[in-house]
């Protein structure tokens, strides 16, 4: 395969993605001053991990549509989950009238997402994302962890919650089927700008694994706004998560990311249950509860700390919610996930 950082940019967006079909269209972002590129060539898939399965080869239809976009059409589609990985391998040129072609050969995958009323769906059923942070995963040092770090969390059926994760990360987590909450975050936990958050999310949307990009609360209003806006063209392909502050009631959030956000990350400090007015909260929304798991001296959990417990403490983080709720007047809140960060 050839790396990340030697290849055009690569767009994705998912037109049908069902059962019997599923219609996947790819172009390659212009460089400044070259004309539309044309992407030629195919996918050749399901490929796992480590599984042997009969691979079929899917032809790209270039030329036909506006905006340099080329179709890939999927009789029998193949999706990418945790529990079945399935990826499919790009083999392709970006051609531009005039120059000599650029090789573009990736993996990626399919995938079937998104919300109904106040839960995730994957595939078609509920999906209840329960994230543990997993720290440096943008520093090129810790590469060779990666791989071993995918295989435990994928054993204990946990999202890994990411800042700014990069591309060796994820492509780990495509191949061996961990899913991934991306944070737009640097590794020291400073909020990136509107053009850095585009860009990256850009990156991501070909990567299955990502599942939801989550907008920080530090990050200033107009700044997730822009982001919300221009993220637009990828609510097929991941869901765009706003965290608000959850010990605060849901009239101090701002409505106008709210209601442009596919859920809400309600943050929790130390293990303070949500304001009482979210009891009632109205708007049809998942709401994901995150929760900050400390040591015995109350500070900030060690990023080295085990997933094991980290994954139990979204297990006790459910178990709290579950009596908050009870202990309201009128149904209680369905969450429809847990975050334990160790940051």
């Known amino acids: 395969m050839i790396a990340d950082f030697d290849q055009p940019a690569l767009g994705l967006a998912t037109v049908r993605a069902d059962e019997i079909r599923a219609e996947l269209l790819l172009r390659v ?153 991306a944070r737009l975050q640097d590794a020291d936990g400073r909020t990136l700008g509107a053009a850095e958050s585009l860009q990256r999310i850009a990156s991501w949307a070909i990567h299955p694994s990502v599942m939801i990009v989550v907008v920080p609360s530090t990050m200033p209003s107009a700044v997730a706004a822009a982001v919300l806006e221009g993220a637009r063209g990828v609510r097929d392909t991941m869901l765009i998560a706003v965290e608000v502050d959850g010990t605060m009631p849901p009239a101090a959030v701002d409505e106008g990311l709210a209601s442009r956000a596919s859920m809400l990350v309600v943050d929790l400090p130390g293990d303070c249950m949500p304001h009482e007015a979210w009891r009632g909260w109205p708007a049809a929304k998942p709401l994901l509860a995150r929760c900050h798991a400390t040591d015995a001296a109350d500070r900030p959990a060690s990023p080295a700390a085990s997933w094991e417990s980290l994954r139990r403490r979204c297990d006790l983080l459910q178990a709290a919610l579950a009596e908050w709720g009870m202990r309201g007047a009128g149904p209680a809140r369905d969450w429809a996930g847990y975050l334990a960060a160790s940051w």
């Open 29 to 181: 972002a212009p460089a400044c001053g070259e004309g539309e590129p044309r992407l030629e060539g195919t996918l050749t898939g399901p490929l796992r991990h480590r599984d042997t399965t009969l691979p079929t080869r899917v032809t790209l239809e270039a030329g036909g549509l506006p905006g340099g976009w080329s179709r890939a059409t999927f009789t029998e589609p193949a999706f990418w989950s945790p529990e079945l990985p399935n990826l499919y391998r790009l083999e392709a040129w970006s051609i531009v009238p005039g120059r000599p072609p650029i090789r573009c050969e990736r993996m990626i995958g399919l995938r079937r997402l998104g919300v109904r009323g106040l839960s995730c769906r994957l595939d078609g059923r509920r999906w209840v994302p329960r994230g543990v942070s997993v720290a440096r995963a943008s520093d090129p040092a810790h590469a060779p962890l990666l791989q071993p770090q995918c295989e435990t969390l994928r054993g204990l059926h946990a999202v890994a919650e990411l800042r700014d994760p990069a591309a060796i990360a994820l492509a780990a987590a495509d191949a061996i089927g961990v899913a991934v909450t």
